[in-house]
């Protein structure tokens, strides 16, 4: 019997991880997302909550007719609660959850802070945490003025039972 050691997929940042990134806080932590997957940033609206759905889906919002559902991405990531303030909003992103469904999803974040063209040369992959740690949501991770800011999968942050259950 042999065995095969694989490295995951974000165990080193491809040169394709350059371009332009919507940079975004929750606490401390900063965090940018590919800015072709962002639709628009809106303000925190009603979210009206959905029964048996995973904690960190908080529910889902009316957005001009349609229905979106809405993450909670302090409650995925495992960071404490925060009050909400004049700088919560809502990015609304657009994520495949199939191979065959693309789906707009809201996700909660602290603040906004700005768009950051990002080089390849700028990211790096993300560490080995051990086996311990959930990473599969990070691309890589970006250095720019001194500051860490995480690449994160949209396609990943929904584990595959919760995307389903968005399907």
Known sequence: MTTQTLEPANAVAGPNLGGKYLTFALGEESYAVDVRKVREIIRLANITSVPQ???FIRGVI????????VIELRVRFGLPN????????IVV??????AQ???ETGLIV??????LNFTASDIEGTPDFGSQVDTEY??????????V???LDLDRVLGSKEAQALN
């Open 62 to 69: 009316n957005l001009r007719g349609k229905i979106i559902p």
């Open 101 to 103: 469904t693309r789906r």
């Open 82 to 89: 925060a009050a909400t303030t004049d700088k919560t909003c």
């Open 110 to 115: 602290d603040n906004v802070e700005e768009v």
């Open 93 to 98: 992103v657009q994520i495949q959850t199939s």
């Open 53 to 55: 759905m995973p904690g």
């Open 138 to 147: 990070l691309l890589g991770m970006a250095k720019v003025k001194g500051v």
């Open 149 to 151: 800011k995480m690449l």
